[in-house]
């Protein structure tokens, strides 16, 4: 168990709709990112923040969004879903040291099916 | 542009013998690096990383080593289990292109199968 929670496990929807993913960190860590896994993609990192501000963006479509509360938690809000979207999401978190050489530790995963 | 190598998609090894996982990378400023593995259905489980400050690190029975010359990293893991039957992942970060320093590529990942 990586401390690192993810809700819910498993979510089935349909196309132009919209879902949110929750993401609870490790206790201490401030860093949070999000990373997709699609079967011909492999692992794709998509958003981070840093307590409570966004700090780097990888190839997020603008259809989805993030966000980071005060008490750390994070949000991955997809909306208007296409069938390609359907994905594992994974949330790291990590204590983000000074000098940058993070260990991320990943959550369970949120498995999307879009039909 | 895959930056994160892994060219073994699978690799078969007998319990007890050593298990040797390769990765190249193509970035010369990563300079952290990590291995994952993954069982199916569950997220990555941090195994063992190294800084580039370093050409070797051990952790028990997991010993990754760094040719930044090469700009190639191995897992080596001995003796083999056959608990150790997963997709095992090496990920890099770095200042790659003043993007997050955090931000991790990983690449495509090799079956590890060990056979009682």
């Known amino acids: 168990d990586s401390g690192v929670t993810q809700t819910p496990k498993h979510l089935i929807t349909a196309t132009g709709q919209r879902v949110t993913l929750r993401c609870s960190p490790r206790?201490?860590?401030?860093?949070v990112y999000w990373y997709q896994q699609s079967l011909d993609q492999g692992l794709q990192f998509l958003i981070q923040?840093?307590?409570?501000?966004?700090?780097a963006k990888g190839n997020i479509l603008e259809r989805f969004s993030a966000q980071q509360f005060p008490d750390l938690h994070s949000e991955l809000n997809l909306s208007s879903l296409e069938l390609g979207d359907s994905a594992l999401y994974f949330c790291a978190s990590s204590v983000a040291p000074a000098d940058g050489k993070e260990t991320q530790y990943f959550g369970p995963g949120t498995r999307l099916l879009v039909l | 542009d895959q930056q994160v190598k892994q060219n073994s998609p699978s690799l078969s090894v007998q319990e007890g013998r050593i298990s040797i996982l390769n990765c190249d990378y193509t970035?010369?400023?990563?300079?952290?690096f990590l291995w994952y593995k993954k069982y199916p259905a569950e997220g990555p489980t941090f195994l063992i990383s190294i800084s580039s400050i370093k050409d070797k690190n051990e952790d028990g029975r997991f010993t990754v080593f760094l040719n930044k010359s090469a700009k190639h990293l191995s897992l080596h893991i001995v003796p083999s289990q056959p608990g150790d039957s997963a997709v095992y992942f090496c990920?890099?970060?770095?200042?790659?292109?003043?993007?997050?320093?955090?931000?991790?590529?990983f690449g495509q990942g090799t079956i590890l199968t060990v056979h009682p």
């Open positions: 970035n010369s400023m990563f300079d952290y």
């Open positions: 923040y840093y307590n409570g501000e966004e700090r």
């Open positions: 206790s201490g860590d401030l860093s």
């Open positions: 990920a890099a970060s770095g200042n790659a292109g003043g993007t997050s320093y955090g931000k991790l590529t």
